[in-house]
């Protein structure tokens, strides 16, 4: 026994946890699409949370449940920060441990910032890591134990305006790497999190804006992320919460998207609390804003039934 203890305690200092279950991966294996030559440090800031704010090499982490717990759904986290910074253990690695403790496999995306000089277009950056995200996932379904139809996409803030272009712009294709780029990038569902949807006054985020598009923006690219304007039939089913003090983000963000869905026939549902501000995560310890989490996961396993 005791040289069994031993070896743990080797691996452990040479940084192999045996019991761990997630790993990075980087998007792109070669050539990065829509980066120039320049190189950014990548910054770590640590405070009450961990944000990121410069990414050079964007990746992928990897969080997989145990096998004999696995579900086989699958979701894609972006974290918020106002395409500024990633909030990434609150909005990112914290909720991909959650999701393991439900069953399900949480990715989360350290996306490039817009606004670092690494970007060709600097809009383009974070839109194209997702997609790869969602399609490196399907493309390593079966090897992660995940249901390549059960693949949907979570983001908080700013990370939820990312998440909602692609739920509702994932047929544009701006570059094309290898193989995996062929795979569907369509999110199965979206969940999406106190998100910015609106990049039109009055009711926008003015440093999402700002950060993604530039300032003075062009009225072409607010319409095209302006996302509450782009929602077909085609959109996927989609859970919305915000809170109603959110000073932050505006609930009309969610309300809006919220009625578009509706009129276009989208599976979805919302919910709006009276309290919580703007960036409370999982809301651990906070009342009954911490419900929201209970009421996605059923609102996940009931829709996975009919997936």
Known sequence: MKKYFTLFICLQISGINLFSQNYKLPLWEKNIPNENDVKVEETIEITDKLRITAVDEPIIEVYLPSKN????????????GGYRILAYNSEGS????????????????KYRLPITPNNIQGRLSPFLDLQRAIR????????????????????FSAGGHLASTLGTHFEDNF??????????????????MYPVITLKEPFLHLGSRTNLIGDPADSTLINYYSNELHITENTPPTFLVHADDDKGVAVENSLMFYNNL??????????IFQEGGHGFGLAVGK????????LCITWIKNLSKKL
């Not at 717990?69 to 918020?80: D, F, K, L, Q």
């Not at 493309?139 to 249901?147: A, L, N, T, V």
């Not at 009342?287 to 209970?294: F, M």
Request: charged share 25%; with cysteine; net charge positive.
């Open 69 to 80: 717990y696995a579900t086989g759904e699958a979701i894609v986290i972006c974290p918020g």
């Open 262 to 271: 509706r009129k276009h026939g989208v599976k979805c549902e919302m919910h």
């Open 287 to 294: 009342g009954r804003l911490e419900q929201w989490k209970d």
């Open 94 to 109: 914290d909720v991909a441990k959650w999701l393991n403790s439900r069953g399900i496999a949480g990715i989360v995306v």
């Open 136 to 155: 490196l996932t399907r493309f390593k379904s079966h090897e992660w134990g995940i249901d390549p139809s059960k693949v949907g996409v979570m983001g």
């Open 175 to 192: 570059f094309s790497t290898d193989k995996i780029d062929s795979i569907n990038c369509r999110p199965d569902f979206m969940v999406l």
